[in-house]
Each structure stands twice: as C-alpha cells, then as structure tokens.
C-alpha cells in the first residue's frame, strides 16, 4: 500500500515537487506565475502552504517575498491568509551582525537590498506595518528590533519614519508600562509621546547595541547625526553600551581600522562634540546642586 502524497510534494513534469516551483517563482518575483500556481489550489492546501517553511533557509513564502523585495507579490500573499508576524531563519544576510535567526517580515523590510543601492524598503515597512498591521516589536533571538535593522542598513528616511510616523515609537513592549504612562495625570500628551519615542532610542538588544550604537558601529554617519540630535542625552551614553565599550569607544575603532574613511571621521567628531555636551551638562547641574545645598546650610 502506498503512502499518499501530499499535494505540495507532488512531482512536476521536471521532476521538483510543486513547492518548489512556487518558491522559485516568488524568489524570481514573478507575480503572474504566482497567482496562476496558488489560485486552484483549495483553502487547507493554501492554509497549508503559506506556512509551510521547509524550504530556502527555513523561510515562509512570504519571508522570501520580503527578501527579495517584492512588494507585490507581499500584498498578494498576505491577502491571501500569509501571517505577517511568522518568523523564520535567515543565514548569512549582509550587514547584519551574525547570521540572524528568527527574523520577521518587518526585519527584512527594515534590511533588504533596494534597486536604489539603499538597504531597507521604506513602502514595505509601511505596507507590513500600517495596513498589513504587523506587530511592530517582534524581536529576533538576540533580541534586535527592526529599528536595529534599520540602523545598521544606514537608511535615514526609514530611521526616521520609525522612530517619527511608525506605530514602532507609539508603543512600549514592556507590560504596564504603557498603561502607567497613559495614566499618568502628570505627563502632557506630547510629553507621553516623546517618552515613548524616547525607548525607541534607548532599547538595546542582546549585546547591549542601541540603535545608535550598531549605526556608530557600521559607520552610518548621517544616521548617527540625527539620532543625537532627536535623543540628546538620552541617546548618548558616556557608559559602556556594546560589549563593554562606549559610543566613542566604538567610533574610534572603527576609524582606526579605516583612517580614511569620511563618514567615521564625521562619526567621531560628532560623538566628541556629544561628549563634551554631556559633560557641560553633568558639571552644570553638580553647579546648581552645590548653589541647593548652600542655600539649604543658610536657612
């Protein structure tokens, strides 16, 4: 007696099973093709399709999709029941720090290479977060947001719609914190909104890299600049924030590794000018503290 074969392993004329020629059609981001290969197929076939990841590195029909930045074919999979917040492994990516496992779509969006040269696709990101609704805080195994992504991959206009525009900077993943800031009678309504941008800023994943931190490391420089200047002291820190290293720690290695390289020249004298700012800061409120207690000693 034979085993029935499942309809995705079923053999086509060139002798691959039909899986493969649907993962071989997004890869190629052939829509048409696409379409023509899942539209017969019955609702627990394609149920079962879609998240079906035992091919090309573990990934999802739709994790291809968003690798090959193909937006359109991305639409139609999450049209047709594709679950945005799936995840997959993905080995080998460039730019990115090791090989990654457990990246989402957003992750991918957030690092794609782009027909522009840029990394990153700013109307995926918008596409999987604000009509797809995809969950904006899902983090890889080692703890990376898609603002980490996005830092690493140097795109500005992308670094800025998340932290500005995106639901990512109007949402805490911490539970009840969240909640005791909406509730705080203290807090204007800007000042909540600022705060919860501000743990964009601040959030570090498994080795302690900020956003700031991986794009000092990767040598983003216009990236870096506007980070400084959204998060002031909050996104500077003079304290180790990578493996044991601080801000301009990270930049001037990187700058002795490549002297002639502009962009980590411009890294460091912007993390030095930072520098110099925390510590006016840091001497003028020791100022105003001894100014407190001496007025204190004559009362």
Not at 153 to 170: C, H, I, M, T
Not at 206 to 212: D, E, P, Q, R, S
Not at 276 to 281: A, D, N, P, S, W
């Amino acid at each position: 007696m034979t085993s029935e074969v499942h309809p995705l392993d079923v053999p086509q004329a060139d002798g691959r099973p039909f899986y493969a020629h649907v993962c071989m059609a997004v890869i190629q981001g052939d829509l048409t093709k696409v379409q023509s290969l899942l539209e017969p197929l019955s609702s627990d076939v394609l149920e079962a399709l879609l998240e079906s990841n035992g091919w090309a590195d573990n990934m999802t029909l739709l994790l291809m999709a968003c690798a090959g930045n193909h937006l359109d074919i991305v639409r139609y999979l999450v049209g047709k029941g594709a679950y945005v917040n799936d995840n997959g492994w993905v080995g080998g990516a460039a730019e990115l720090p090791d090989d990654v496992p457990g990246v989402y779509p957003v992750h991918l969006a957030a690092s794609v290479p782009c027909a522009d040269g840029k990394r990153g696709s700013l109307p995926m990101m918008k596409y999987l977060l604000e009509e797809a609704k995809a969950y904006p805080w899902v983090l890889t195994s080692r703890k990376s947001s898609i603002f980490h992504y996005a830092c690493i991959a140097g795109n500005l206009d992308l670094v800025r719609y998340l932290y500005e525009e995106s639901p990512l900077g109007k949402s805490i993943p911490i539970e009840g914190i969240e909640s005791k800031m909406h509730d705080d009678p203290d807090l204007s309504e800007e000042q909540k909104k600022q705060a919860m941008r501000g743990f964009v800023l601040i959030f570090g994943d498994a080795v302690g890299g900020t956003g700031l931190a991986w794009a000092v490391s990767c040598g983003h420089a216009a990236v870096v600049k506007y980070l400084l200047e959204q998060g002031g002291g909050a996104a500077y820190q003079t304290t180790p924030v990578m493996e044991g290293k601080t801000l301009l720690e990270i930049g001037r290695e990187k700058l002795r590794e490549d002297p002639n390289n502009d962009d980590k020249k411009r890294i460091v004298r912007l993390l030095e000018k930072a520098e110099e700012l925390v510590q006016k800061k840091k001497n003028e409120n020791a100022a105003n503290s001894a100014i407190e207690k001496k007025k204190e000693g004559r009362n």
